[in-house]
């Protein structure tokens, strides 16, 4: 009987099991293959731009690419997500790579994924709740903007060929689903382009022309540095920096796959992922990287939903730069800019344009404040930062507001109906809406339609009514919801409730 019911038990495991790798990776497999592969192709030159960023080999960036997406498509929350090598995160690793070596790069990475995993222990991933809607609506914007951007210095002394092979890219992506959705556009035109710039021998830059792609696989490597409490110190602002901006960036990348999909996430196993992601790439001689809201796109609007669309960029991506390493390099850029400008155009909110009168003005200024950073800085995680505190300090300054109304009773008492919050932002005013010396001998405090809400709000009620009493009146306090009434009892004062 025993044997039996642990055979059932291990049964019943195995087929959860099962069933959740079904579930997590073959529920759409035929738009999570070609979605996938149609993401390698883009990977590619990005990678390889954001490790000349970084101002390291080009293998590095290609090498954390594949690290980091093959890795999260196990251990990440959000299906579907791309996460690599990134431009912001590439952003802050030139110092290190310029002061220390690149040896101290890795050795950042891998801290960098130490912090991320403890920060999404803690359940960092609470914090997308705190970011307002204009904030993130003003972060896809700036994205958007970014991304176009950085494809026009492929335009540089180009010729009239470059412009005739990204219009036509943009033709096949948006004409071609009207033939067929079996294929991703995107995929089609990246092979038809690359066919006939080999063809006509187009004069236009190829991905060769960006950087040596050496066909290696990458090897195990404990970075060459002296273990030491130096080390860490010298490290952590670095890997700091790194966690925070990945952290938000994915975050918000997920946020808005979930809005796409109309599915949910688990945001902190994501950011405990993008971290082991971050320790892989570090000890196999990767930088460290994020979501990339870009190729997400990509992968999400070719069918891309779970996480073998995922898996399949990070292998074949791999497999490219392996076997297809001499074709790879002939892959025209002008298709891959025209799959970019694709993903800008499909990445803006431009009904947040055609609404942008209907909105109040402070969740308009709050989202073009965040866009101007971005844009100015390439910061996302400076952006949203700082929208965040603007709409903290805007709604702050709206919640600051508090007055009463006055009444008198039958029996000669004066009652104060307060209306607005109670806290340290109005505390002060809350004292100085009393007529202590004119008012009669009761006074009824109503809070009815108000709430305390810290210290300082028990404080100052605590000072009012001493005021009362110092002139010999009563004060009567009512209306107090149970979470108010909870703070001023451990404040141990007793209130006259008595009306």
């Not at 890795?106 to 970011?131: D, H, N, P, S, Y």
């Not at 909110?349 to 209907?358: A, E, F, V, Y």
């Amino acid at each position: 009987m025993y044997g039996r019911s642990a055979q059932h038990r291990i049964g019943g495991i195995i087929s959860l099991f099962l069933n959740g790798l079904k579930q997590g990776f073959f529920s759409n497999v035929r738009k999570d293959i070609l979605s996938g592969l149609t993401v390698a192709f883009a990977l590619i030159p990005e990678a390889i731009a954001f490790s000349l960023m970084a101002g390291v080999d080009p293998m590095v960036g290609l090498y954390a690419s594949f690290l980091i997406a093959f890795t999260i498509s196990f251990v990440g929350g959000r299906p579907g997500m791309i996460s690599a090598a990134t431009g912001a995160m590439a952003s802050l690793m030139g110092p290190i790579v310029a002061k220390y070596g690149i040896e101290y790069l890795f050795a950042t990475t891998i801290l960098t994924g130490i912090l991320q995993w403890v920060m999404g222990a803690l359940k960092f991933g609470r914090l997308i709740t705190f970011v307002p809607q204009p904030v993130i609506v003003g972060f896809v914007n700036a994205l958007a903007i970014v991304i176009f951007m950085a494809q026009l210095p492929n335009f540089v002394g180009a010729t009239w060929v470059m412009y005739l092979m990204v219009a036509g890219t943009l033709l096949i992506i948006y004409l071609f689903p009207f033939l067929t959705k079996a294929v991703p556009s995107a995929l089609v035109a990246i092979i038809v382009m690359t066919v006939i710039s080999v063809l006509t021998h187009a004069d236009v830059r190829t991905v060769g022309d960006m950087g040596t792609i050496t066909q290696t696989l990458p090897s195990f490597h404990i970075p060459s540095v002296a273990i030491s409490f130096h080390l860490f110190i010298t490290v952590l602002p670095y890997a700091l920096a790194l966690a925070v901006v990945g952290m938000t960036e994915s975050l918000l990348t997920a946020n808005l796959v979930d809005e796409l999909t109309e599915t949910g996430s688990d945001k902190n196993r994501e950011i405990q992922g993008q971290g082991i992601a971050n320790i892989v790439s570090g000890f196999f001689g990767g930088m460290a990287g994020c979501a990339m809201i870009g190729q997400t796109v990509i992968n999400v609007k070719s069918g891309g939903r779970s996480r073998l669309s995922t898996l399949v960029a990070g292998v074949f991506l791999l497999f490219l730069i392996i076997a297809l390493g001499s074709v790879v390099k002939v892959i025209p850029m002008a298709a891959l800019v025209g799959v970019m400008i694709m993903v800008s155009v499909g990445t803006f909110d431009w009904h947040s344009l055609r609404t942008l009168h209907k909105v109040p003005i402070g969740d308009t200024i709050v989202m073009v404040v965040t866009v101007a950073i971005v844009v100015a800085t390439s910061n996302l995680a400076l952006g949203v930062v700082a929208g965040v505190i603007l709409s903290a300090l805007r709604f702050g300054w709206k919640m600051a507001r508090i007055h009463a109304s006055t009444e008198r009773t039958g029996q000669g008492a004066k009652i104060y109906r307060i209306h607005g919050q109670l806290f340290f932002g109005t505390m002060s005013h809350f004292t100085q809406l009393f007529a202590y010396h004119e008012d009669p001998e009761h006074v009824v405090i109503d809070f009815t339609g108000s709430h305390l809400w810290d210290q300082s709000a028990t404080s100052a009620l605590t000072k009012v009514i001493d005021k009362y009493e110092a002139l010999g009146k009563r004060v009567t306090v009512q209306g107090l919801n149970e979470e108010s009434r909870v703070i001023l009892d451990k404040t141990g004062r007793t209130l006259d409730s008595s009306a």
